[in-house]
T-cell receptor, first 113, second 110 residues
């Protein structure tokens, strides 16, 4: 595709439910990042995938958060037992390699009631 | 702890003026430097990238990097109301995980 795509664009869920957010990076990009951005805040790094290497999970805020990347392409971020403080925009970005420009998807706006 | 500092603003400039946005970073090993623009409710989009000391120009935008002073800036010439947005500075080093500043809000008034 022409750019990074994410789905769903919006997600409203009830506290305690699990949610899955999907990211489809630019074809050929080996690096994939997940970020979280709360209202009026900066970008909070969550997790980084590079090729077939083990992901860097150092930014995940709790063990309720997990992510996988299948076949070096599509990634899914899963949040279990959602809490109201998980409400934010979840952004995915991809790049050709780790030090290069990141291209962001449109984000998924998550609201936990 | 790697830090990237930006003045949150808002920076207000008149249309046609030069807007100067500044960013300092703490990690001397940083190798790649980026400026992103983020409109309200939208995702960040790349404006400029710079990797070596000096100036890099692209249209109305000039990025300036001074690694000795750990300082990177973005100049926007002939500012337009459409330039009104939040500008994010991002710095990447050996870990390949960029550190983003919290952004500077720019307002260009007619």
């Amino acid at each position: 595709g022409a750019g990074v795509s994410q789905s769903p664009s919006n997600k409203v869920t009830e506290k305690g439910k699990d949610v899955e957010l999907r990211c489809d990076p630019i074809s050929g990009h080996t690096a994939l990042y997940w970020y979280r951005q709360s209202l009026g805040q900066g970008l909070e790094f969550l997790i980084y995938f590079q090729g077939n290497s083990a992901p860097d999970k150092s930014g995940l805020p709790s063990d309720r958060f997990s992510a996988e990347r299948t076949g070096g392409s599509v990634s899914t971020l899963t949040i279990q037992r959602t809490q109201q403080e998980d409400s934010a925009v979840y952004l995915c970005a991809s790049s050709r390699a780790g030090l290069e420009t990141q291209y962001f998807g449109p984000g998924t706006r998550l609201l936990v009631l | 702890q790697k830090e990237v500092e930006q003045n949150s603003g808002p920076l207000s400039v008149p249309e046609g003026a030069i807007a100067s946005l500044n960013c300092t970073y703490s990690d001397r090993g940083s190798q790649s430097f980026f400026w992103y623009r983020q409109y309200s409710g939208k995702s960040p989009e790349l404006i400029m990238s710079i990797y070596s000391n000096g100036d890099k120009e692209d249209g109305r935008f000039t990025a300036q990097l001074n690694k000795a002073s750990q300082y990177v800036s973005l100049l926007i010439r002939d500012s337009q109301p459409s330039d009104s947005a939040t500008y994010l500075c991002a710095v990447t080093g050996g870990s390949y995980i960029p550190t983003f500043g919290r952004g500077t809000s720019l307002i260009v008034h007619p």
